[in-house]
Nanobody
């Protein structure tokens, strides 16, 4: 019963930085991809960043140049470094990982950007 655990969210001022981390409860196998989504009330969950096991990372246009996804395959952990945070980045951030047809999610970590 694999599930993902996120951490690192919190309250930060505009222009500040946070780093989120995500690790699976069970690392007996590797994932094809790991990534981050976010969701605000009344809106659909959107992809923020994704890192396949191989190949280039993908980013939402809104975060390109500010966010960086980092994947540690040995620890089976994925990070999201968020710089130059803006109020529009306020959301619940969810970790996602997939292997073949199976997707796994965390329960989310709140990121609030406010002065």
């Amino acid at each position: 019963q694999v599930h993902l655990v996120e951490s690192g969210g919190g309250l930060v001022q505009p222009g500040g930085s946070l780093r989120l981390s995500c690790t699976p409860s069970d690392s007996v196998f590797s994932f094809n991809g790991m990534g981050w989504y976010r969701q605000v009330p009344g809106k659909q969950r959107e992809l923020v960043a994704e890192k396949p096991a191989t190949g280039s990372s993908r980013y939402a246009d809104s975060v390109t140049g500010r966010f960086t996804i980092i994947r540690d395959d040995f620890q089976n952990t994925v990070y999201l470094q968020m710089n130059s945070l803006q109020p529009e980045d306020t959301a619940v951030y969810y970790c996602n990982a997939y292997r073949h047809e199976n997707h796994y999610w965390g329960q989310g970590t709140q990121v609030t950007v406010s002065s």
